[in-house]
């Protein structure tokens, strides 16, 4: 499926989840396909030079194709390399494309990629150009307001139309600076003050580019307000901690007439996907890690996902006993 920069790709990517390391892998995003149809799914950062060099490609590119519309994230700063990662994730099926200038990560950051390129604008130009030339596929841009003491307005505008004019489709913004000395990723995240209003001024600025917000949405309501002022809005952390806060996506966001579901639907329609993993010799836990935060807010929530942690670790959790638990939710009118 090929979009194109017009209307549609606004309307289809109002809401996406965030790409984040260790959680949005392809089993939280089918939990999450449960949760909402519509919203825009990413991937984990996937380092292009590791993908094009690797032997076990289907490692970092397999994804279900319940899980559309998904957008690979690339991180890297070598234009040759990102235009084979183009081509493969063309060929692989992916909707989009998004090259990640976000991340603050000190590993991430000495591999000279990650939020520590929005330093070189000329070469994120490049890496862009060199992607949007090599595919079919809409390119999009995850970055931030600014990094350590550069985080002026005029900085950030000149560093988007530069990015836009080598052809970026849409511009995600983290409206957070990174500090890259003396912050650890998790501190980047919550110890940056949000400046959404330098991300409303580049809107105003730049009417004609697709600008989706980032950075402290936790529930649908402030996300619905930010949607009369940006083109999308991006959640993270609140929606992996708390998936069944966000249940009604479709209804509220897209408009759609369906009925929000449950944990215990949830996880009932889950349970073929579940049986097919473990007889292809997967563990449980590698689901059931992100699917104990369904659960919450209920009596003896904690008690059962307890249960069920224990016994995924311990590699004793079957089908049977997984529907068992979830009968008990479902008793109880969740």
Request: contains cysteine; hydrophobic residues 35%.
């Amino acid at each position: 499926m090929i979009y194109t920069q017009d209307n549609s790709i606004k309307k289809i990517h109002k809401l996406s989840i965030a790409p984040m390391m260790d959680c949005t892998d392809k089993h939280f995003r089918m939990i999450m396909r449960q949760i909402s149809s519509k919203a825009l799914l990413y991937t984990e950062m996937i380092v292009a030079q590791g993908l094009v060099y690797t032997n076990k490609k289907e490692k970092f590119l397999d994804f279900n194709k319940e899980e559309h519309p998904i957008s690979i994230q690339f991180g890297g700063d070598d234009p040759k390399i990102l235009k084979e990662a183009a081509k493969m994730a063309q060929d692989w099926g992916y909707d989009e494309i998004n090259f990640n200038v976000g991340c603050p990560s000190p590993r991430v950051c000495s591999g000279n990629f990650g939020a520590s390129l929005m330093k070189d604008p000329d070469k994120v130009a490049k890496c862009i150009d060199s992607l949007k030339n090599n595919c079919n596929l809409p390119i999009t841009i995850k970055h931030r307001i600014g990094i350590d003491d550069d985080d002026s307005f005029k900085n950030l505008n000149n560093f988007v139309r530069q990015i836009s004019n080598a052809g970026a489709d849409r511009f995600i913004v983290h409206a957070r600076k990174a500090i890259l000395k003396g912050l650890n990723p998790k501190q980047n995240r919550n110890i940056p003050p949000l400046k959404y209003e330098l991300v409303k001024q580049l809107k105003k600025f730049n009417p004609d580019l697709l600008i989706e917000i980032n950075g402290g949405f936790t529930d649908i309501n402030d996300s619905l307000k930010a949607l009369h002022i940006f083109d999308g809005v991006m959640i993270g952390r609140s929606v992996y901690k708390h998936p069944l806060r966000w249940s009604e996506i479709d209804q509220k966001i897209y408009g759609c007439t369906s009925n929000p579901k449950s944990a215990s639907n949830i996880i009932f329609s889950l349970i073929p996907y579940i049986e097919k993993h473990l007889t292809n010799g997967g563990k449980s836990w590698d689901i059931c890690k992100h699917l104990i935060n369904l659960v919450e807010g209920i009596p003896k929530a904690k008690i059962w996902r307890n249960q069920i942690t224990i016994k995924s670790i311990n590699k004793e959790l079957d089908i049977e006993y997984l529907l068992k638990l979830t009968s008990r939710l479902k008793e109880m009118g969740h």
